[in-house]
């Protein structure tokens, strides 16, 4: 029977659905399988129904929002001219992936399959909705349903599709040549033709078929539409630009202060960076994607591993990726494009396989790209979370044998770190601010494991260049409503540009802040000036006594600019019973409860591991207790916040 063409289309925001896509699209090459990749916005909804067979792969972000690269394929999917009919022709599959700790978990993948299923698409295999939270992670939940899938395809078409794994052609074309040998001439100012530092020609995403494989490309381009609010500048040409992942503006650190105690284990900076001349606009609750370097210490280290010269130029033939220009050298692809520093995914040992010459060598990558050698792989890289380069530095055939050609198939981008803005731009305009953990940590390896984004700030001097853009976070706050603001740790970040940004005659703040000690990590205590005793009638008594006689101080504080602003802590550490955000809620429920019925919005910002259910949990008991609802109820009550954004959350 003739193998049926397979559209594997992905709607991507950080780049995990494009990687998981593109993971696809290479199991059908392997497998001599008709296919072709693109992203959703390039799909015109009227040739959608001339696809017999399509994979959607896209990820959920914000508060349940479609990625960029969705948005124009989304918005033609919900006309009203589309008839029921639309789609009667598609046999399909949808894969999420998600981040349970978020309310609306897989939203996006769950609206599109239904939707399909109304326009009258086949639904050919399970709705996939792979979580970030699950213990064995969401990319092996991604390869068993991928794994599922062709066994699917394979009995809907009577052909059994057994793969070929062999070298595929490298995504991008380069050569890489001594300097002085190119004819692009000074490198180094490293811009493209529009006058736009680090600017790019359009990238067309699609990866590149065998030559024995017939396949349609389709033309990608990225709508200026969908781009980041207010975010334009004009380049040296005149011609409107709009700062963004792929032309980040270049801003200047003017000081990062240390805001925990020198004698507390975790730093966390107050980083301040200047963005005049940008015509950047932000608001409180927006995003700032920062592009961090690599260290010169493992430049070294890689251009050793690779037998490559810092000072060689590296000159596209083809176009580049998004991120990257033209020509470059290679101290700067390995300083600031790629990152040499991330732990290797699948793709890394499915490509370095094939130089492998040592048989023990070989026979171990092979193990790690198979579904039974998981347990191996997540022993040998997740756990100890090794790098490329330590990984290169082990396998010593691989190394000496690998074809440069490949460098950016094996090494990712370095991809944008994101930050709540944590200041507000009606304080400073030329101004931004974001709270920063610095990421240290030990493993089984030897040398301790860093951040790359957060040590890079940490360790950067005065005047140094950041690259960022800014673009709308998931938070919105209403100026006619109470806000309720749980912001535990670096979450109190998006409040804190909230705070600032109200007058003294502002709707009711109210912040639960959560840290480990009074005297270490309340990072803004000078900020928020003790308050006088709060009238007792606002606080309501813990349903268990014990709870109530052991919970310790309670530091309630008001910000001078912001009258109406109330803020509760719970110091987890400063007495014998660990207390956090979620009990200090609880205990809080009668004020909880009268704000909500208010029409008050719940925010929610920090660590997405624990806090977010039991801040969730702590809710529903005030619900119960002060709503009088039932258990059941009070689910739906929150179900319903959520549906309505009353119920916000922003989690890392």
């Given at each position: ?67 960029k690269n969705m948005k124009l394929f ?239 130029t590296v000159q596209f033939t083809g ?285 929610v910002a920090g660590n997405s591991k ?43």
């Amino acid at each position: 029977m003739q193998r049926m063409e397979l559209l594997v289309t992905y709607g991507s925001e950080t780049g995990n659905a494009r990687e998981m896509a593109e993971y696809l699209y290479r199991e059908c090459l392997y497998r001599d399988m008709p296919v072709i990749l693109t992203d959703m916005n390039s799909i015109p909804m009227t040739q959608l129904p001339a696809y017999k067979r399509a994979v959607f792969v896209c990820s959920t972000t914000g508060d349940g929002e479609e990625p960029k690269n969705m948005k124009l394929f989304w918005r033609a999917m919900l006309s009203r001219q589309l008839p029921s009919n639309h789609l009667t022709s598609l046999e399909f599959a949808v894969l999420g992936l998600g981040d349970s700790s978020y309310a609306k978990f897989n939203y996006v993948a769950k609206r599109l399959h239904r939707r399909i299923q109304g326009l009258g698409g086949q639904a050919i295999h399970t709705l996939g909705l792979c979580d970030e939270q699950h213990p064995e992670g969401s990319d092996y939940q991604c390869y068993t349903w991928i794994a599922d899938l062709f066994s699917v395809m394979s009995a809907l078409d009577h052909v059994t599709y057994i793969p070929t794994y062999r070298p595929l052609p490298p995504k991008y074309s380069f050569t890489i040549t001594p300097p002085g040998n190119t004819e692009s001439g000074d490198l180094s100012n490293e811009t493209r033709s529009d006058g736009c530092p680090q600017n790019n020609h359009s990238n067309p995403n699609t990866v590149t078929n065998t030559a024995s494989l017939v396949n349609r490309e389709l033309n990608h381009s990225t709508s200026r539409s969908e781009e980041n609010h207010s975010n334009v500048k004009q380049n040296n040409h005149g011609t409107p630009v709009a700062y963004d992942k792929t032309r980040p503006f270049t801003a200047v650190l003017e000081r990062s202060k240390r805001v925990t105690s020198e004698e507390h284990f975790q730093d966390v900076r107050l980083v301040t960076l200047d963005i005049a001349g940008s015509d950047l606009e932000y608001q409180p609750g927006d995003v700032v994607w920062i592009y961090p370097e690599n260290t010169s210490e493992d430049v070294e280290e890689a251009c050793r591993l690779l037998r490559l010269s810092p000072d060689d130029t590296v000159q596209f033939t083809g176009p580049p990726p998004a991120t990257i220009p033209q020509t470059l050298s290679v101290k700067t692809l390995l300083t600031s494009h790629l990152d040499i520093a991330a732990v290797p995914a699948r793709r890394f040992f499915e490509i370095c396989t094939h130089f492998a010459t040592d048989e023990l060598e070989k026979e171990k990558f092979e193990e790690f790209t198979s579904l039974l050698g998981r347990e191996e792989l997540y022993s040998y890289v997740s756990r100890p979370r090794r790098t490329v380069l330590e990984v290169l530095g082990d396998f010593h055939s691989v190394r000496n044998n690998l074809d440069t050609s490949y460098l950016l198939d094996i090494i990712p981008p370095i991809r944008p770190r994101g930050f709540s803005i944590a200041s507000a731009q009606s304080v400073a305009r030329d101004k931004l601010q974001i709270c920063v953990g610095v990421v240290r940590y030990k493993t089984v390896m030897k040398k301790e494991r860093v951040g790359l984004c957060s040590n890079w700030l940490a360790n950067l001097t005065p005047g140094s260049p950041v690259r960022l853009y800014i673009e709308r976070g998931s938070f919105h706050f209403p100026a006619d409503r109470p806000i309720i603001m749980v912001g535990p740790g670096t979450g109190c970040a998006p409040f804190r540009s909230l705070i600032q940004s109200r007058g003294a005659d502002s709707s009711p703040l109210l912040l639960f802040f959560g840290c480990r000690g009074e005297h270490r990590d309340y990072f803004f205590r000078d900020e928020w000036e003790p308050s006088p005793p709060s009238d007792p009638s606002d606080h309501s008594h813990p349903s268990d006594p014990s709870q109530e006689e052991n919970s310790g101080p309670v530091v309630e504080i008001q910000s001078p600019g912001a009258a109406n602003l109330r803020v509760i802590t719970a110091f987890s550490r400063d007495q014998d019973r660990k207390i956090y955000v979620q009990h200090r809620i609880v205990e809080h429920g009668k004020l909880v409860w009268s704000l909500l019925e208010r029409g008050g919005v719940f925010c929610v910002a920090g660590n997405s591991k624990n806090m977010p259910f039991q801040v969730k949990d702590a809710l529903a008991k005030v619900a119960c207790t002060h709503g009088k609802l039932s258990a059941d109820e009070s689910s739906k009550y929150i179900d319903l916040l959520v549906k309505n954004r009353l119920y916000q959350t922003e989690t890392w």
